[in-house]
């Protein structure tokens, strides 16, 4: 098509869907938000603040409304568009479907304003007819699936033209960012090192300019798609002295229309409540209002942040800033929003509010990001390749995400003149290439790139939306389930190999880490919107799979779809797919009720079934006898209490997930399974009775020492009478054990097994009772590679084979009773986490030296400790927890010279220590350099100390 032509087809369909638009919000405001009025009181004040626009609806005359719709509508019919490319044909034809539903749903409303009286004012329509409320409700539904898919027609327009200004989020229809990850383009000294450290000081002045401004104050910031805005938000949001400052805090990505308000209502309680008991038993079952008046009425006493990701919605907002309450604390509310109108309507619904424009990098600092990731210094870049590295970087038109793109990929070449010449020239290439499609053709080089071992890897993240992040451990399971990893080194097991593939798709930055354990492994990962946008692309075009959640109204699912991931969606969805080219279902929660299992039968061919948070009660006594080709079955956080004995059948099976199962025993049959990796079968207990704390685990039948390939095991029951013990000597490849219930006779066999574990890296081991000791004398020779210990029971004595383990990085003691002198012996352990938990009895805890590794100390639970200090013990330590130490009434000794100290959190400590922490108290010069100090006591914050 003419480039002519298209951009006229653009303009003619963006005019189209700015008349629909303006169209549904008078619907929206008059359908949509009376709907539940009254139900909903405090939207009184907003309604009210409507009342002189819905009075000026020409609801008389609704075909002054639909004449500039209709006129642009006939435009769609020229042939130099409607004969152009099949993107626009296709475009053409969604807009032209979407304006005859809006003609249908208008006279619908048409015929409901006269039902109820016209124009009259807002407040007298409060009590409507039922016929005329559930005709509004109706109405409110039609608009939201409209909404969703205009969004989705604006995504592809906006994208085009280099990404201009009106660009929208990405596939509206489908994905949302999970609230506690938020995806970073780069790293907070990369933030500071490219001139936007003078934005972020101003954010996070304002954030903390409560004195001068203590009411509501709402701060946005507007960008495209790629600039950074996340980074920089959340620069300023993880700042130490800025989350100091208030007592709450949530970050809510809202991002799509399929996200309702109650949805994203439900999630900022999740985050604000921080499982107090305070928080609601039926929050589920609240509407959007209830749960407006439980965070508003929860948060009208908290100085609060929240922070609002991603918006694209003034009704969104609208609906949300009624529960974030003007409480006169200095609260703040921080948007982003691809959307410049947005940012200035949010800003106005405060005093002072502000927006901060976030646009894209100088041609300097886009060059030095280019070259940190393509060298990891920009001072490595060789003289000859100076210039051609300047011409890849300004391709990257000063995006960050795109520049960090490019420079991993580049960290993959040979840094050679010819093999960086042919890099810009096939980026040309797929420019030219490209043109027809919507996203910047760095990203699809950046794609097109990938070894081929790789893409199906990549692809792989189809299957999460953005409320979920992909797990490290669970993906590698998955990508070895599904064929994806090869054996490339006898020396490796398949794990070493899918993770060197995903730490290589994390070092090309095509996939970004979200989450690190604390000593230091990945935890969790996504992929930004852009790539995600290509991600769905490719799946579409080679089928590979599909993603959907349940509250998008009329999914379309191809009949021949292998790969499909489904978000609390009803079974019924599955009625239409062709359950013989299924190959992976993941059915992740479910939309309400009781799922059957019986529509497994119909999957004779899958080889990951993956029913997490789905309300499952059991499997089918029967598992289909294609069940052979099953690898990966999780039944995590579902109702199941068993399992049946067709179990024997999946003998290809290499993962079997029952966490937070009710499942308490395994069938014989698992011993069947000669291709099992791993197994998990646990569920915690975690109360407010002693012991407070502790794993559920399973019974094991005779003959798991026959799982020659089982790598984890967690957590199962000691059953010395079964062989249980002596028989887990023979999995000398386990990489993770998890055993409970042990009795002190048990140790030595125990011992005896776990010095045949030479590959072990977690170990964790349990008594069966807070009193009963747990006796592990001996263990030689030690498991050299273990990295995490956790033990929970009454040592007598730390047994001296611990002090020889030199790769540990994390020990958690549980119900030791440990002496004083056993605790100081810990200090030349290289750890860099330290749990004492319920573990010491003594009054008083001196560390004296040594630590120097440690960066985190958690102490709970020590009811007798009176006083504690530090001396010259962890130089290093950066985070620090004391809960529930009921006589502890003054801050350890020897806090003041810990300089790296940047966390201190209180739970339930006497208010003498608390007291003493504040303004003018006797402790508050000791803590005065920790920027963040927080009291999780019931009313009570004393985080502005530090202010």
């Not at 405001?29 to 405090?42: I, V």
């Not at 919605?313 to 003007?326: K, M, Q, R, T």
């Not at 901060?356 to 060298?375: E, N």
């Not at 020659?708 to 000398?732: C, H, I, P, W």
Request: charged fraction near 25%; hydrophobic fraction near 40%.
């Amino acid at each position: 098509m003419p480039a002519a032509a298209a951009r006229r087809g653009r303009q003619i369909i963006e005019s189209e869907l700015q008349c629909l638009s303006v169209v549904l919000r008078l619907v929206i405001r008059s359908a949509g938000e009376m709907a539940e009025h009254s139900r909903q009181q405090r939207l009184i004040a907003l309604l009210a603040s409507k009342q002189e626009m819905l009075r000026r609806i020409p609801w008389g005359n609704m075909d002054r409304v639909l004449e500039p719709l209709r006129s642009v509508s006939a435009e769609l019919s020229d042939p130099g568009i409607a004969n152009g490319a099949s993107d626009a044909k296709q475009w053409v034809q969604q807009v032209t479907e979407i304006g005859r539903d809006v003609e249908d749903m208008l006279d619908e409303t048409r015929s409901i304003s006269r039902s109820s009286g016209g124009s009259r004012s807002v407040l007298s329509t409060l009590a409507p007819t039922i016929n005329v409320f559930r005709a509004r409700r109706r109405i409110a539904k039609q608009v939201k699936h409209i909404n969703s898919r205009i969004d989705a027609i604006k995504l592809r327009l906006s994208l085009l033209a280099n990404l201009d200004d009106r660009e929208s989020p990405a596939n509206a229809t489908r994905y949302r960012m999970d609230d506690r990850q938020l995806d970073d383009v780069l790293s907070f000294e990369e933030v500071e090192a490219l001139g936007v450290d003078s934005c972020r000081n101003d954010m996070a002045a304002s954030l903390l300019d409560s004195g001068k401004a203590p009411g509501l104050r709402v701060i946005s910031v507007v960008g495209i798609a790629g600039v950074g805005k996340t980074t920089l938000v959340r620069s300023v949001y993880n700042e130490p002295r800025v989350r100091g400052r208030f007592r709450c805090h949530a970050w809510i990505t809202v991002g799509t229309a399929s996200s309702s308000a109650a949805n994203l209502l439900k999630r900022i309680m999740l985050q604000v409540f921080l499982d107090r008991p305070e928080m609601p038993a039926n929050a589920d079952s609240m509407d959007e209002m209830q749960l407006a008046d439980t965070v508003g009425g929860y948060l009208s006493d908290k100085p609060y942040l929240v922070v609002l990701d991603d918006i694209w919605s003034s009704d969104i907002w609208d609906y949300l800033s009624v529960a974030l309450p003007d409480n006169g604390l200095g609260s703040r509310i921080v948007v982003s929003s691809r959307v410049p109108d947005i940012g200035r309507q949010c800003r106005w619904a405060s005093a002072g509010g502000q927006v901060f424009r976030h646009g894209p990098l100088t041609v300097d600092d886009s060059l030095r990001l280019f070259l940190r990731k393509a060298f990891r210094s920009e001072d490595e870049c060789p003289p000859e390749l100076e210039s051609v590295a300047a011409r890849i970087a300004g391709e990257c038109k000063g995006l960050p995400l795109l520049l960090v793109a490019m420079g991993g990929l580049m960290s993959t070449k040979d840094r050679s003149v010819p093999v960086w010449n042919n890099v810009l020239d096939q980026l040309h290439k797929t420019k030219k290439l490209q043109q027809q499609l919507t996203l910047p053709s760095v990203l699809w080089f950046a794609y097109d790139d990938l070894p081929n071992r790789l893409k199906a890897c990549f692809l792989y993240f189809v299957l999460f939306p953005r409320t979920y992040c992909a797990k490290r451990t669970a993906l590698i399971r998955l990508w070895i389930a599904e064929g994806f990893v090869h054996k490339e080194d006898s020396s490796k097991t398949l794990e070493d190999t899918a993770e060197e593939y995903l730490m290589e798709l994390v070092h090309r930055n095509l996939v970004q880490v979200m989450e690190y354990y604390d000593y230091g492994k990945v935890k969790s990962c996504s992929v930004h919107d852009m790539f995600r946008e290509i991600i769905i692309h490719k799946s579409e075009e080679q089928n590979f799979g599909t993603s959907v959640t349940g509250d998008v109204i009329g999914s379309k699912l191809g009949a021949n779809v292998r790969r499909l991931s489904t978000v609390d969606a009803k079974e019924d969805l599955l009625q239409d797919v062709r359950a013989g080219n299924v190959r992976t279902l993941f059915m992740l929660g479910a939309s309400s009720g009781s799922v059957s299992s019986s529509f497994i039968s119909e999957f004779k061919l899958l080889r990951v079934l993956d029913l997490e948070g789905a309300p499952v009660d059991r499997l089918p006594e029967e598992l289909p006898d294609g069940g052979i080709y099953l690898r990966y079955l999780s039944l995590r956080n579902t109702r199941v209490s068993q399992l049946p004995k067709s179990l024997k059948k999946l003998t290809h099976l290499q993962t079997l997930d029952l966490k937070g199962t009710y499942v308490s025993k395994l069938p014989s049959g698992i011993t069947k399974l000669q291709n099992i990796r791993h197994l998990l079968a646990y569920r915690y207990y975690s109360g407010r009775h002693p012991p407070y704390y502790y794993a559920i685990g399973v019974t094991l039948p005779q003959g798991i020492g026959q799982l020659s390939d089982l790598q984890k095991l967690t957590y199962v029951e000691a059953d010395k009478e079964n062989g249980t013990l002596a028989e887990l000597g023979r999995l000398k490849q386990l990489k993770r054990l998890g055993i409970v219930k042990l009795r002190e006779r048990d140790g030595p066999c125990l011992c005896s097994s776990i010095a045949k574990m030479t590959e072990l890296l977690s170990l964790s081991a349990a008594s069966i009772s807070i009193d009963e000791p747990l006796d592990l004398p001996f263990v030689n020779p030690a498991p050299q590679r273990l990295e995490r210990l956790y033990l929970r029971g009454n040592l007598p004595t730390l047994p001296r084979w611990i002090f020889s383990l030199r790769s540990l990085v994390r020990i958690r003691l549980r119900w030791s009773r440990l002496s004083e002198g056993s605790i100081k012996e810990l200090q030349s352990l290289p750890v860099i986490e330290l749990a004492l938990i319920q573990a010491y009895d003594g009054v008083t805890l001196h560390f004296g030296e040594g630590f120097n590794r440690l960066q985190i100390l958690e102490i709970d639970h020590l009811t007798n400790l009176e006083h504690m200090s530090f001396g010259a013990a962890m130089p290093n330590i950066q985070k620090m927890s004391i809960r529930s130490c009921g006589k502890l009434n003054t801050i350890p000794d020897g806090v003041e010279g810990l300089k790296y100290l940047k966390e201190i959190h209180l739970f339930a400590m006497p208010d003498l220590l608390v007291s003493s922490l504040k303004e003018g108290g006797a402790n508050h010069d000791k803590v005065g350099h920790i920027p963040f100090i927080r009291v999780y006591n019931e009313h009570r914050d004393i985080s502005s100390i530090n202010l």
